[in-house]
């Protein structure tokens, strides 16, 4: 338990330590720019090119609220759809801009499930099993992206050739350890008094597809909003995307910020009006993460509200 303490204790101090870094480098690159150039970046995006971001935000919600249809289904357990969507809703908004998506976005489950008579070790395994579907879901897309995207688009040196192509190596053993796993593995593995069980085939194969569609639409959002300015294809657009998403979220850094601006604004290939990039980030990041807060905050106000007056009826 005291092992367990300090080690939650280096991650959490190492997500700080990430932010400050990061924070300093994003400071260092918007110094570059004026208030008003990266006013004029976001400003100039065309409105139909926000429509789609706001669609592709839209569908990437639904997404992530199935996570908790797919949970409820490893649990063997069944609710009514608007609790599963709520919860997921207001789960995910709450863990994408706060960090530590097991405390943040695990405490509003708790909150919701066991008032709907789900046990705390149900709760556990939920959570659990929707940290495994986003894992698997990227194993999926960094194979995928390894195939489809140019050589160029990450450099030429070897280092960074090979780098990229030992991340698809162990993608692909990840992916088919979990693959043989659901098929083979029958065993109950015990963690700290929770039994956990390897989902079937079928249940593993809807991981990976819904898990790919949420990765899928977070990046369309940017995509929206970028393509407007930068001429890139899309495959290599996903694969910068999805390298600066998963450090930005195993960073620990509340919403990977700065961490994900950091990455991706490395990666991508060719941009020299960096504050075009930003405003773009900026975009993103107001139509993907503040606006779902928001609603979710309302919506959780407000379902607070009706369930507190309806109990003192």
């Not at 709907?116 to 070790?121: E, G, K």
């Not at 450099?155 to 192509?165: A, E, I, L, R, Y």
């Not at 249940?203 to 001429?231: K, N, P, R, T």
């Not at 294809?233 to 998963?246: C, E, K, N, R, Y």
Request: aromatic share 16%; charged share 10%; with cysteine.
């Amino acid at each position: 338990m005291k092992a367990s303490a300090i080690l939650n204790k280096i991650i959490s101090r190492l997500g700080i330590f990430f932010f400050v870094i990061a924070a300093y480098m994003i400071y260092r690159q918007l110094s570059k720019y004026s208030l008003e150039e990266l006013k004029e970046a976001i400003l100039s995006i065309p409105h139909k090119n926000l429509y789609c971001a706001l669609a592709a935000s839209f569908l990437g919600y639904v997404a992530l609220s199935t996570y908790d249809f797919l949970a409820l289904k490893y649990i063997q357990k069944k609710l009514a759809t608007w609790k599963w969507i709520l919860t997921g809703f207001v789960g995910f908004s709450v863990s994408n801009n706060a960090g530590h998506a097991i405390v943040s976005g695990g405490a509003v489950r708790y909150r919701f499930y066991s008032r709907w008579n789900i046990v705390p070790a149900d709760i556990v395994k939920m959570i659990t099993f929707s940290g495994f579907t986003y894992l698997v879901a990227c194993f999926f897309l960094i194979i995928l992206g390894y195939f489809l995207t140019p050589e160029h688009a990450f450099g030429g040196n070897d280092s960074t050739k090979v780098s990229t192509f030992i991340t698809m190596v162990l993608s692909v053993i990840g992916l088919c350890i979990y693959l043989w796993a659901s098929i083979y593995y029958k065993k109950d593995l015990v963690i700290k008094g929770v039994d956990f069980q390897m989902p079937n085939l079928k249940l593993a194969l809807e991981q990976i597809f819904i898990g790919s569609l949420d990765i899928l639409m977070a990046s369309l959002v940017l995509y929206s909003v970028l393509i407007s300015f930068v001429e890139i294809d899309f495959f290599t657009f996903m694969g910068a995307f999805i390298i600066a998403q998963v450090l930005g979220v195993y960073s620990q850094v509340p919403g990977g910020l700065g961490v994900f601006e950091l990455v991706f604004s490395n990666i991508l290939p060719g941009q020299d009006n960096q504050a075009i990039l930003f405003g773009a980030l900026i975009a993103y990041r107001i139509i993907y993460y503040l606006l779902p807060l928001i609603l979710s905050g309302i919506v959780l106000v407000t379902y607070e509200y009706v369930h507190n007056k309806n109990e003192n009826i």
